[in-house]
């Protein structure tokens, strides 16, 4: 595999899903929103999962399908993706408006 590919195929997927969803920040934040009615019983008191613990989830999900029997590269793409909306979240200045 040519290197830099998984992380181009990523580039791709999180502006084709930005453009559908929106931002992480808008589209996790709606996310939790139902994971944190769902769970609440389940959830000490006065805690929240944050949209940080949702990317974070989702790349803990992806690394499963990745040890699974279809552990393709769609899981690395994911993850990829994952952990750029998790740098967004974050507001690493690194991340914001860099595409090198």
């Known amino acids: 595999m040519k290197a830099g590919r998984v992380l181009w195929q990523a580039m791709v997927a999180v502006r084709d899903r930005e453009a559908a969803y929106g931002p992480p920040a808008d589209h996790w934040k709606r996310t939790v929103g139902f994971a944190n009615v769902i769970l609440a019983d389940k959830l000490k008191p006065g805690y929240e999962i ?32 994952y952990a750029d909306g998790i740098g967004r979240l974050r507001g690493d200045a690194d991340q914001e408006g860099n595409t090198a």
């Open 50 to 81: 944050t949209p940080d613990d949702w990317g974070l989830l989702m790349v803990g999900d992806k690394m499963a399908r990745w040890l699974g029997p279809d552990g393709g590269t769609d899981q690395l793409v994911d993850i990829a993706g």
